[in-house]
């Protein structure tokens, strides 16, 4: 059994190990079960986490998605279900059950109708301009044939643009509705107009039509709402199953003294609770009864346990740990500490929600221009004395040359392969604008337990080395942090005898039959001080001292020096105490830091420095960091992150590897110079399209170049950012 | 010219087949599992096809 990390403790152990059987659904042919599996990467994974629960008895479907990590389990007979989530934990992933969410089902019913919008413009685009390029390279074609060709372009074109053009022609009637116009106006009109014009054009027997150039601008533009909104549902699905994972079980002890698991959500105030060893608190609560020590950690950031006995209240996210607790909840979950994190986190997103992206702000000033640009050639032309058949022309080839395909892709295009980029490197990202949020960052506050720090205590030296394996047999057998760092050091081996863990005092036991103890100075015997250090005695020997340090990240200092030479400021703000934090600064050579701040205090201190004109990147890891990360212009957080904060952040890294937060920074920068330049590349070229096509030179020809050569260019300067070295 | 009228048609005939059959295999969910597919291919099970 390899030793326990702070991970395992903080994604509630407790919940592992618990019953699963409030998410079963049961029909006629026997039971199911959708648990979220964490760690499973590989085909290998695959294949072990399946075969596995298929040796099981009883189980007919045991079928893992590799790219979200749900895993659908069916099974008939009196198999219980935590045998499923013991065995897929037995092989070294994390599992946890959970509610299939109706929520995103609308996401990817969205993203598939884009799809196949997509895959038909892709087969009209494709068909019609097999056709147009006859017309063009046949020069002595006969009038005859070109007609033909034209209505079967016609043919093909029309439905395809009505089909396919529902997702443009929807949002701009929308938006016209609400007198605003966005960029699907334009986008509507020119479709519609070049479908009409050609027609007209084709019943005639004119030259050109424009039925390739309609559609190829759908497919184009279809490119680019597609990939806008997978990299939305990817994120949606990501923080649903967050969300999932948050949604545990809890034990609830019923009048009569009979223990049942429940669902957290069906948690009722004045429940009492049953908190076992290991186990984290799901709601605010009150200690009925036991007495037992609890990390808060994940709460306020203090590294060091507190003291739990009956009539002190504690919140939701707190771990117990020496002996089991009973505790009656004073809210539900909906309303408990989370809750308010989680009201604190809309708050946040509405803020997010309102920032102009790059592509808004692009799209607000070209809109009106563009059709100032038509009108203005149509009455030009009409003026000039040409008919209004050709005074229309000359509008709609303005309309479709000015070609809203670069714009469309600009952005989309550099957001995924930044994405892509970082997800290589162990970095998810929760949202396109994050990137650009991201990158205009000025300064850089980080939590220090957790993130700066291992988060866990280490042994950092002793008086008596020699009797560390002894210490270790006691040490084994309780859960307090110091305890769990004495056994790491230590290594696997025996258990003492005739165990009893005393709460906030230490452990007892027998070695070798001699009596020994563990613990606090006052338990032990030993010298009193403030410092970390735990007290170990065997038989009739000296007491000897074991000291413990939470250990700075290896490359926490280089990480904060390549912070600096980019430009940036950093500040620490911790819950933890004052020595504590101000040793940390000084190691990382940090002038500006808090201590002992609470999530308010730490939320107020950002609003501070965005009142003073300051961006912010907030990268912390507990619940108290929540609130910051929800309020910061950009947030980060690592992946080892309580889940509360992990939903929060813009960006979450991997292995709490601190190189990657100067890493996402310089990425993020680098997205925005592409798509800056995207979106220039695509003004300098409507300043040289519009007057082209204002003096009537632009043919379809010409319009389809342009669309495919903008769309290309685009394209290729978004791919720039794939290149690049990636620090292994 | 009039080979025209049956190529133009055999075309486009041609690319619906194709586009049904994307828009078929998307709704059959053989899309959304692309890593697990990948993963799925290289797994030595004795049963037959």
Redesign the interface.
């Known amino acids: 059994m390899t030793a326990l990390t702070a991970n395992d403790l903080s994604n509630a152990e407790g919940g592992l190990a618990q019953d699963p059987s409030p998410y079963v659904t049961h029909s006629k042919t026997g039971q199911a079960l959708d648990i979220q599996v964490r760690g499973a990467t ?2 290998g994974c ?2 072990r986490i399946e075969g596995a629960l298929g040796a099981l008895p009883g189980v007919s479907t045991a079928r ?5 990590g749900r895993l659908r389990v069916e099974w008939a007979g009196s198999m219980p279900a935590r045998r499923i989530v013991s065995t897929i934990t037995g092989l070294g992933f994390g599992a946890v059950a959970f509610d299939p969410q109706q929520a995103d089902v609308d996401h990817l019913k969205a993203e ?1 109708r884009l ?2 919008a997509l ?2 413009a892709g ?1 009209a685009a ?2 019609v301009m ?2 147009s390029v006859s017309v063009w390279a046949g020069q002595d074609m006969a009038p005859e ?1 070109r007609q ?1 060709l034209h209505w ?1 372009s016609a043919l ?1 074109a029309i439905p395809a643009a009505a089909f396919c053009g529902r997702p443009f022609f929807a949002s701009a009637l929308a938006s016209i509705k609400a007198r605003r116009m966005n960029m699907d106006v334009p986008i509507s009109l020119a479709v519609m107009l070049a479908v009409g014009m050609s027609l007209y054009e084709t019943a005639i027997g004119g030259e050109h039509a424009y039925f390739d150039a309609s559609v190829t601008l759908l497919f184009f533009l279809l490119i680019g709402r597609f990939l806008d909104a997978r990299l939305r549902r990817r994120a949606y699905a990501a923080a649903n199953a967050l969300a999932a994972m948050q949604t545990g079980v809890a034990t609830r002890l019923a009048p009569l003294g009979a223990a049942e698991t429940v669902r957290v959500s069906d948690v009722r105030p004045g429940d009492v609770l049953l908190l076992a060893r290991g186990e984290r608190l799901c709601v605010d609560g009150e200690i009925v009864s036991g007495a037992s020590d609890v990390d808060l950690r994940l709460v306020t950031g203090e590294t060091a346990p507190a003291a739990a006995a009956p009539g002190q209240v504690l919140r939701a996210g707190a771990v117990n740990m020496s002996a089991p607790l009973q505790i009656r909840a004073t809210a539900a979950a909906s309303d408990s500490l989370m809750a308010d994190i989680a009201r604190l986190l809309e708050a946040g997103e509405q803020k997010k929600s309102a920032y102009r992206r790059l592509a808004d702000k692009a799209a607000a000033a070209y809109v009106p221009r563009v059709h100032a640009m038509a009108a203005l050639g149509f009455a030009g032309w009409l003026i000039a004395g040409a008919g209004v058949p050709h005074a229309i022309f000359i509008a709609v080839t303005v309309l479709i040359i000015t070609c809203p395909c670069a714009m469309a892709l600009a952005a989309p295009l550099v957001q995924v392969v930044a994405a892509g980029r970082l997800y290589a490197g162990g970095v998810y990202l929760a949202s396109g604008d994050a990137l650009e949020r991201i990158a205009e960052v000025d300064h850089v506050v980080f939590d220090k337990t957790g993130t700066l720090t291992m988060g866990d205590p280490m042994l950092s030296g002793s008086d008596d080395p020699a009797q560390l394996q002894l210490a270790a047999q006691l040490a084994r057998a309780s859960r307090h942090p110091w305890s769990r760092a004495i056994a790491r050091a230590a290594g696997s081996g025996p258990v003492a005898d005739d165990i009893c863990e005393h709460p906030g005092e230490g452990v007892s036991g027998r070695i070798g039959g001699e009596e020994a103890r563990l613990g606090s100075a006052a338990f032990v015997g030993g010298e009193a001080s403030d410092a970390a250090r735990l007290w170990f005695r065997i038989g009739s020997r000296p007491p000897v001292a074991f000291r413990f340090e939470d250990h700075m990240r290896p490359d926490a200092a280089a990480a904060i020096d390549e912070l600096r030479r980019m430009g940036l400021t950093v500040e620490i703000i911790s819950g933890d105490a004052l020595d504590n934090v101000r040793d940390a600064a000084a190691r990382l050579g940090i002038e500006a830091w808090t201590a002992q701040a609470t999530p308010a205090s730490k939320a107020e201190r950002l609003r501070t420095l965005e009142a003073a004109g300051r961006k912010v990147l907030m990268v912390g890891d507990g619940v108290n960091d929540a609130a910051a990360i929800a309020g910061a212009h950009a947030s980060l957080a690592p992946g080892a992150a309580v889940d509360v904060s992990r939903l929060a952040a813009d960006c979450v890294y991997a292995n709490g590897d601190l190189a990657a937060v100067p890493r996402i920074v310089g990425v993020a920068r680098k997205a925005r110079a592409r798509m800056r330049e995207n979106f220039g590349f695509a003004v300098v070229y409507n300043l040289l399209a519009v007057p082209i096509a204002l003096a009537g030179w632009a043919t379809p020809l010409v319009a389809a170049l342009a669309m495919s050569g903008s769309s290309a260019v685009v394209t290729l300067n978004a791919l720039r950012l794939a290149k690049g070295k990636e620090a292994a | ?1 009039t080979v ?1 009228l049956y190529m ?1 048609p055999c ?2 005939a041609l ?2 087949i ?2 049904a059959g ?2 078929w295999a ?2 059959n969910g053989q899309f ?5 597919a ?3 291919m ?2 030595d099970t004795d049963a037959p096809l």
Do not use: W
Request: include cysteine; hydrophobic fraction near 55%.
């Open positions: 590989c085909g695959l294949s893992l998605n590799l790219s979200t598939r799809l196949v895959a038909v087969f494709g068909n097999l056709l044939t033909l079967v093909i | 010219m025209l133009i075309a486009v690319g619906l194709g586009v994307f828009v998307l709704s959304d599992d692309p890593k697990g990948a993963a799925r290289l797994q």
